[in-house]
């Protein structure tokens, strides 16, 4: 059993930044991807961003480029997205993911977190 739990979401105004976590416990792969997709009311889930379980190659979603990074801490299986200026429109429960590889759609994805709600107002 693999259990995710993220942290850091919130309500922040426009042009704000947050950094959302997320660790993860339990029988992992050996090896494995993390990243972070989002949901908005309404909407279909989207990727956001996903990094390799070395770290060495990172995917970012346009919607975020420039703006959202992310990275990880394999000594305490912890992913991290910082996000910043942030924008109305980033608004959405944000969802934690491991898989095997870094993948844009959600089937690609063995593992989710409960989700963490960030609002941000304009």
């Known amino acids: 059993q693999v259990h995710l739990v993220e942290s850091g979401g919130g309500l922040v105004q426009a042009g704000g930044s947050l950094r959302l976590s997320c660790a993860a416990s339990?029988?992992?792969?050996?090896?494995?991807?993390m990243g972070w997709f989002r949901q908005a009311p309404g909407k279909e889930r989207e990727f956001v961003a996903g990094?390799?379980?070395?770290?060495?190659?990172?995917y970012n979603a346009d919607s975020g480029k420039g703006r959202f990074t992310i990275s990880r801490n394999n000594a305490k299986n912890t992913v991290y997205l910082q996000m910043n200026s942030l924008k109305p429109e980033d608004t959405a429960v944000y969802y934690c993911?491991?898989?095997?590889?870094?993948?844009?759609?959600?089937?690609?994805?063995?593992?989710w977190g409960q989700g963490t709600q960030v609002t941000v107002s304009s």
């Open positions: 339990g029988r992992i792969f050996s090896t494995y991807a």
């Open positions: 990094i390799t379980w070395t770290g060495g190659s990172t």
């Open positions: 993911v491991v898989g095997r590889t870094v993948v844009t759609t959600h089937m690609g994805y063995d593992y």
